[in-house]
């Protein structure tokens, strides 16, 4: 999808480095504000949460630290097909996680190739090497 690669996780020109403390749930507020009309359960809908879920992160009830990451760039899409505007680094520094690199579907599809042609023992030590390197990350 283009539209994905046009907006990788790097942060807008315009992006306001002073909203770097901004949490999850100050994030969520700001952006529904931005999105007349639209509920948390609409996002919530939309980016295939549950209602009670998002709800919590919104209340500060539910910690956000470990969101999976595909639920993020979920909700970063459904605000972007609303018309606002935002990028999936605001919402990785919102629940302190270091933000991934870009996810383009060419680089995806090479890796998968890849991966294929290993022997299965090769695999699962790149998928033990994988997850390794994704706890680094977190902790960093």
Do not use: C
């Amino acid at each position: 999808m283009t539209n994905q690669q046009s907006h990788p996780g790097d942060p807008d020109p315009g992006h306001d480095p002073s909203r770097r403390d901004e949490d999850l749930a100050a994030l969520l507020e700001r952006l529904l504000a931005q999105a007349p009309g639209r509920t948390q359960k609409d996002l919530a809908a939309g980016a295939g949460i549950s209602y009670p879920t998002l709800n919590a992160w919104m209340n500060r009830t539910r910690g956000t630290s470990r969101i999976d990451p595909e639920k993020l760039r979920a909700m970063v899409e459904v605000f972007r097909r609303w018309g606002v505007s935002t990028t999936p680094r605001e919402f990785f520094e919102a629940v302190g996680r270091p933000v991934p690199g870009p996810s383009g579907d060419e680089r995806e599809a090479r890796l998968l190739k890849l991966y294929r042609q290993l022997p299965e023992s090769r695999q699962r030590a790149l998928l033990k090497d994988a997850e390794a390197m994704l706890q680094v990350s977190r902790i960093m």
